[in-house]
């Protein structure tokens, strides 16, 4: 039978269960990635289960968030990860080399095969064919013991490319069009394969940004094939013996399927506050900006930064624009210095920042108060970029560029002849930044530094549950706002007891104190709760302040994981008049959870106030082990066979 690529990699990877569309299947992992923010828990977890090595093919842990060192915290974890991945076989990418996306497209993909990634852009390596993942540290850590990945097999929505896009117009625009007609919801329970002659004209890291910004959709993942363009990438990067030719068969039956002609694309602009807010620039033009950023693992590879210099040459940016360039990687910024792309940057008044994530999650460059900044980036969520009420516009590497010489959003066709970017025959390629483990990991000492906190884990789940809400929410709302984004917060990830002052802070700041007095209890929420990024502290410091159960209209995938995860009971209404009529202060009680988790029940019956109402609660029944265990990392030592 006809095949898609999407069933050729999960068939040839599948550990357990059928793939079945809804039903959980277990998947075997080759490669995972740990990225410094989400890594330094994963790392305590793996320790925890006492595995001295990774049992999947490669481990690579990458330094790209918490590049600021204005205090001991970063350097600390920085630290620490490196000695850790010495011991416990895993390579580690230094502060400097890069975000870990755009290196692992460059130095680690390999169509085919299945990377596990603790960051919720992973599916940027699905650019070059291959399988990437977005899920917590836990679930890496697990990979890492050589635990199957498990997960509810998606629908495969095959979305056919046609005819070639215009000059001036781009791969970001053709995802910005998906979420355009999408949302940001549009995409759950689903992996997005790309096929049709419209792909042949894209190059990998312009297909990388489709697949990364994918994540924006909510999709399980996106893929591109494995074809003469990918090879060609493959060729830059020295890695032939990597690559090899992978598609869906000709007649392979997609779910949904979707039709876009690129011919018809025109420039378009995410506005505040959700990358699903998509406009025309025709909408938008001439709105001042104060800040112009190129860059994060969506925008920022060699032929971003190439068109960018190229466009700039003999122009120069507006006075009124701060003007920022964060490279992807160090090989990016090793190649367009020796083709001369960073010297116009240069002249045109650029500051050059870090490779590495910076901005893109508030790790410095908070714009002004009360002016609109446009970035390349795939997030826009509120308050991410640092500045209370910021107004973060998101395009293009073209559409910024325009910005940043006209001072005010502009359609880059008023810029002329679009410059051709020619691919180099060949790239200075080095590896010198990425550490191979210890071959004598006994003589290994892992430093730990007072900022690595050691972590907390729960007991087994409680008889009966109960208590208030303790805070309601809308839709939408992402875990930049359950646990905040930002240099000063995100130092604290090796940190849960510092962490956890700062959950919903954003939001409603007497959160934590109210979570204190009443001893724990309920978060209330509407559609797609916890959506945006794979960072499990949205689920680890809610159940250190003693959070039970978050009841939501939906859940975004990679947190309802998570929630899981940490013991934290996921839980649907059945109807929308009962989150209506829940407020602050109602009282829950859910009694008997463990037998009715034990039950084939899909719900559970919960008494709120005087009323009782029904919850569905997750259906497999290992995910309701897991629940009662306390959690995976309890349910991993105690169940599985992969914990010493
Ligand atoms: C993000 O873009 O939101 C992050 C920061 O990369 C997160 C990971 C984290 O919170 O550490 C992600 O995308 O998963
Ligand atoms: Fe880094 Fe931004 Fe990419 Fe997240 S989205 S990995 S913060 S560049």
Request: glycine share 10%; proline share 5%; aromatic share 6%.
């Amino acid at each position: 039978m006809a095949r898609t690529l999407t069933e050729k990699i999960l068939s040839s990877h599948l550990a357990d269960g059928q793939m079945k569309l809804s039903e959980e299947i277990g998947i075997n992992v080759d490669r995972v990635l740990l990225q410094d923010t989400t890594g330094t828990m994963a790392c305590l977890q793996f320790e925890a289960l006492n595995i001295p090595k990774p049992a999947c093919e490669r481990a690579v842990q990458y330094v790209d968030h918490n590049l600021l060192q204005v205090s001991f915290e970063n350097a600390d974890d920085h630290r620490f990860l490196q000695t850790f991945c010495s011991k416990y076989g895993i390579y580690f990418s230094k502060p400097g080399n890069g975000i870990c996306h755009q290196v692992n497209l460059e130095r680690f993909s390999i169509p085919g095969e299945v990377l596990l990634g603790a960051d919720s852009h992973t599916p940027t390596a699905g650019g070059a064919g291959m399988l990437g993942i977005g899920v917590g540290g836990l679930d890496v850590a697990v990979a890492m013991g050589g635990g199957a990945f498990y997960f509810e097999m998606p629908k495969t929505v095959g979305v056919e490319l046609k005819g070639r896009l215009k000059p001036w117009v781009s791969s970001k625009d053709i995802i910005l069009e998906l979420l355009r007609r999408l949302s940001v919801k549009g995409g759950l329970g689903c992996i997005f394969e790309y096929y049709g002659e419209g792909i042949k004209s894209l190059s990998v890291p312009e297909r990388a940004t489709i697949t990364n910004m994918g994540a924006e959709l909510g999709a399980t993942s996106s893929i591109f094939p494995s074809d003469e363009t990918t090879r060609d990438f493959f060729v830059l990067q020295k890695r032939m013996q990597d690559w090899k030719p992978l598609e869906a068969d000709k007649s392979a039956v997609y779910d949904e399927n979707i039709k876009i002609n690129l011919d018809e694309i025109e420039p378009l602009i995410a506005c505040p506050s959700s990358p699903g807010n998509v406009k025309k620039i025709s909408e938008v033009e001439g709105t001042e900006v104060s800040q112009v950023i190129i860059g994060s693992c969506t925008n920022s590879s060699y032929r971003d930064l190439m068109v960018v210099s190229k466009i700039l040459k003999g122009r120069h940016a507006h006075s009124s624009v701060d003007f920022h360039i964060n490279p992807g990687s160090r090989q990016v910024l090793q190649n367009i210095t020796r083709d001369g792309g960073l010297e116009s940057l240069i002249t045109a008044g650029a500051r050059i920042f870090e490779n590495g994530c910076d901005g893109c999650v508030g790790i410095g460059s908070a714009p002004p108060t009360h002016s609109n900044v446009i970035r390349s980036f795939n997030r826009n969520f509120p308050e991410r970029s640092g500045t209370k009420d910021d107004k973060v516009f998101l395009a293009s590497s073209e559409v910024c560029v325009a910005a940043a010489i006209f001072g005010k959003i502009t359609d880059p066709r008023k810029l002329g002849e679009y410059p051709k970017v020619i691919w180099p025959k060949e790239f200075v390629i080095d590896d010198s930044m990425i550490i191979s483990p210890s071959s004598k990991p006994s003589e290994v000492e892992i430093v730990r530094g007072p900022n690595i906190k050691p972590l907390p884990i729960r007991g087994s789940l409680e008889t009966d549950l109960a208590g208030e809400v303790l805070i309601k929410v809308g839709d939408d709302v992402s875990t930049d706002a359950i646990v905040p984004a930002g240099a000063a917060v995100m130092a604290l990830r090796s940190n849960v007891p510092a962490i956890s002052e700062y959950v919903f802070r954003p939001v409603d700041p007497g959160f934590v104190a109210r979570a204190r007095e009443k001893k724990g209890g309920f978060i209330v929420a509407g559609q797609n709760y916890g959506q945006g990024s794979s960072r499990e502290h949205a689920a680890l410091a809610p159940m250190y302040l003693g959070v039970k159960a978050v009841l939501a209209m939906s859940f975004a995938r990679i947190h309802y994981a998570n929630l899981i995860n940490f013991g934290i009971i996921p839980m649907e209404f059945s109807e929308s008049k009962d989150y209506e009529a829940l407020k602050l202060g109602s009282k829950i009680h859910i009694g008997n959870i463990i037998k009715q988790l034990n039950s084939n029940k899909l719900s559970v019956d919960a008494k709120i106030d005087s009323e009782t109402i029904s919850l569905h609660i997750p259906t497999s029944k290992r995910l309701r082990e897991i629940l009662i265990f306390g959690g995976l990392l309890n349910y991993t030592r105690k169940k599985s066979s992969i914990s010493k």
